[in-house]
């Protein structure tokens, strides 16, 4: 218990996640955070029509693949109340990686909402992508300035597999293939998504921050 701040610390975890990787790493990030003895409140960014995973075709892969390359939003429904006009010490913004850029709901929500959610607060970007994430960083920062934000230095999570067959893994898995039936594709991509060790990185992340918190608050 010594290592919990005197004042606990409100943290909202806002975040969107289509196959569940990026909800993954959130939760135990707020495992780690609570752990710590911070107040934390997730909520979840839901695009207004639901976009099923996986995807029902590769057609239909390379079509969202090719509107997310121009940053085509995706309508979201509304934030829950205590996520626009609660008080925090920090916001946690993640989601994954689209086409090199944030995903749909996530610059929808930057369009309609980061300037009330975000306006005069820290805010810790998270971005779980296949392994580009430099243009998403690169695009993500300068939004979050924007509406008045203080971006601090972006959590990477990569998905921990070697090019090629990463992006092949990927790219089948989201258009709804079976790659552990595709004899070449199986022996080079073990799974999808995030190892358990990057899961609890997550965790331990959050428990760290929280103490680096209590020692020299961010702000907000």
Known sequence: MADRPATAPRILLLFFSLSGQTRRLIRAMADGMRAAGADVVEARLRPERPIPFPLPSLRRTFWMMLRTFFR????????APEARSGRFDLVVLAGPTWSFNPSGPVLAF?????AAVLGGR???PVISCRGYWR???????????????????????????AEPWRTLGVLLTIA????????FLARRYAHYGHSEDQVRDAAEKGRRFVRWMADRPPGG
């Open 122 to 124: 820290t805010v810790l």
């Open 72 to 79: 085509a939003r995706t309508p979201i429904r509304p934030l």
């Open 135 to 161: 243009a998403h960083w690169w695009g993500l920062y300068g939004r979050i300035r924007r509406c008045g934000g203080r971006p601090l230095a972006p959590w990477v999570y990569t998905h921990p597999v």
């Open 176 to 183: 709804g293939w079976n790659v552990k039936r595709v004899g």
């Open 110 to 114: 930057l369009d309609r909402d980061g």
